[in-house]
């Protein structure tokens, strides 16, 4: 994969300043050293949205939105890193270039893009077909959409007939990527070629950036099937893309929700009638990658079904792809219209309002879902039930990361069968601190634990001196990110590469970074730099924390030098000790293999001096 080098990005970063990138898309008024507005991000009264021109980042008080010019211009837009490298490099003056390109590269890109412009000519010629057909648009009156609502989302109409697209393409029996695209069905047996959409109301669909990557046809009046989605091609991937979503990310800001439901006629109706923040799968349950983009956009998402068993199966499938990504600071919630309704016909026969107040008063909650559709599969009168009740929601419930809502989830377990909050949590556990470092880590890193570290290892709370050492290295990687400058402060040789904790994982590549630069960077390079790094997370929340603990109640440089020196002093005894710990460990491993009469000398006197420690 083509990947930018690390010192275009920083040269670009060093050219940004994020208060004019900012202000490319919202006024900022000046607060002091920073700059202040209306978070972007989430809906709010007061300006609790900061941008800082010294450090070259910003940070919202209110959601917690926080970074760089390049996360700002990728959040904003909804676009990827590297295309958002590309539009900031392009208002700078900057060529990006790319390292470790493959030779096949430019020529894929190529081929992207002409498969782009295919489905561009054939939208083209679809919305003039509509223009031009009375019945088409007499068919959208009927279905209460106006013409304004058509442009907006680019409907077309693909007319009756076998070849309709030969007119704008005159090589139309010839062209191979009409058929990788989708617009056409080519037969192997009979070498005939015809259009895929016929006589079909088409909804294009678009990607991030706008651009067509496919189409969804509705038919007119009666015929099967009702919907006909493009394929799977080059360009379109049913279980990542979501219909409607660059016509509807300006109104997901603004609200800090997104609705999910199951058609595009539903999503186009209801933006026509006010509620523009629904997007819509794309003929397939919702899955794990529209869990992740749709929590990017909104701190809340809904799916809303129809109340028929066809609508209950299809949220349950988002249940249980929503789990592992489900977060104690978003909400996923899961709605049931009556079931003589969809979302079209109910908010045309009760109005706007009465549908974001059902919303708001029916949807359910993921876990107040789960439970309840796990209840009603057993009888709760009797212990057998109760016991299966535990049964059925283990491998749900030990998906859930979210500290806060695991613990709820299993408190309401508790609830429901009788048992004691420790009771449910030794009968589902959450997933252990090793594991989810374990799974955190690249694969090999992962396999190097010693087996020491993985066999025995207890479910339930951590030792005192374990959840000390956590804060404190937590507590160091806040202050190295609040100040850089304290990296060259902390002796290498007493970072550990081995040591699996995430915090000290994420010290060691900050410490790494900081030291290998002529000059002491900015917290904001430092996370750009470190954007693909596995432990990112842990480097990105922590920078968060330091802002909230250190940059919002301005406390004095002195006062976080003196911090830091007391942190540093306490972080280097628990280093020796760690290293210690180790050593032993590994003679430990070494005298079980060969008995302490097979230690050379050397081992010996080192084993002798260790347990000194103890």
């Not at 956009?297 to 299809?314: K, M």
């Not at 180790?582 to 347990?611: F, H, I, P, S, Y």
């Amino acid at each position: 994969m083509a990947r930018i080098p690390d010192d275009f990005i920083q040269d670009l970063l060093h050219r940004l300043d994020v208060v004019e990138v900012v202000e490319r898309y919202l006024p900022l008024k000046k607060a002091g050293q920073n700059y202040a507005a209306c978070c972007p991000f989430h809906k709010e009264k007061s300006p609790s949205f900061t941008v800082s021109p010294t450090k070259q980042f910003y940070h919202c008080f209110g959601c917690g939105a926080h970074g760089t010019a390049l996360s700002f211009v990728m959040e904003r837009e909804g676009i990827g890193f590297i295309d958002a490298v590309s539009k900031l490099a392009e208002s700078v003056g900057m060529v990006m270039p790319r390292a470790e390109q493959s030779p096949d590269a430019p020529r894929q890109a190529a081929k992207q893009a002409s498969l782009v412009a295919l489905n561009d000519r054939a939208l083209k010629f679809y919305r003039e077909q509509l223009s031009a057909s009375e019945r088409a648009k007499d068919y959208l009156r009927r279905r209460g959409l106006t013409g304004r609502i058509a442009a907006r989302f680019s409907l077309g109409y693909a007319p009756e007939g076998w070849h309709p697209l030969a007119a704008p393409f005159s090589d139309y029996a010839t062209l191979p990527g009409l058929a990788e695209v989708g617009l056409v069905i080519d037969q192997a047996d009979s070498g005939r070629r015809y259009d895929r959409f016929r006589d079909r109301i088409l909804f294009p669909i678009q990607d991030a950036k706008g651009a067509v990557i496919g189409f969804g046809g509705r038919v007119i009046d009666k015929g099967e099937p009702k919907y006909l989605n493009s394929p799977e091609t080059p360009l379109f991937q049913k279980g990542r893309e979501l219909y409607g979503l660059p016509q509807a990310r300006e109104a997901i800001r603004e609200h800090n929700r997104v609705l999910v439901v199951e058609g595009y006629m539903d999503v186009v109706a209801l933006a026509q009638l006010g509620v523009e923040y629904a997007v819509a799968t794309l003929g397939t349950a919702c899955t794990p990658d529209h869990v992740k983009k749709l929590l990017r956009v909104a701190d809340e998402v809904v799916f809303c079904f129809d109340g028929d068993a066809a609508g209950r199966r299809a949220a349950w499938r988002g249940l249980e792809n929503s789990l592992p990504h489900a977060s104690d600071a978003k909400r996923l919630g899961f709605l049931f219209l009556p079931a003589e309704h969809d979302p079209d016909s109910y908010i045309r026969e009760y109005g706007k309002e009465a549908f974001e107040e059902l919303i708001n008063r029916d949807s359910l909650g993921l876990a107040a879902f789960l439970v309840r559709e796990l209840s009603g599969q057993v009888d709760l009168g009797n212990d057998e039930g109760r016991a299966r009740l535990i049964h059925l929601a283990r491998p749900l419930v030990e998906q859930v990361q979210a500290p806060a809502l695991g613990m709820l989830l299993r408190k309401k377990l508790g609830e429901l069968t009788g048992l004691a909050l420790d009771e449910v949590a030794q009968l589902i556990t959450a997933a252990s601190p090793q594991a989810a470092m374990a799974t955190s880590m690249p694969q090999q890193q992962a396999r190097a634990l010693p087996a020491q570290r993985t066999q025995g290892m207890r479910s339930d709370r951590p030792m005192k001196s374990d959840r000390l050492a956590v804060e404190l290295d937590r507590e160091v990687l806040q202050l190295l990110m609040f100040a850089p400058r304290f990296a060259h402060e902390v002796p290498q040789n007493l970072l550990v590469p081995d040591n699996p904790a995430p915090n000290m994982q994420a010290i060691l590549r900050v410490v790494d970074y900081v030291t290998e630069q002529g000059s002491v960077p900015l917290a904001a390079h430092i996370l750009a730099a470190l954007r693909a790094d596995p432990f990112f997370a842990v480097i990105n929340e922590a920078h968060q924390k330091a802002e909230e603990a250190y940059g919002s109640h301005h406390v004095p440089e002195s006062e976080v030098n003196e911090q830091w020196q007391a942190a540093l002093r306490r972080f280097l005894v628990q280093a020796e000790r760690s290293t210690v710990r180790m050593k032993q460990q590994a003679l430990e491993l070494r005298m079980a293999q060969v008995g302490l009469a097979g230690l050379t000398e050397d081992e010996k006197n080192e084993w002798r001096r260790l347990c000194l420690f103890r």
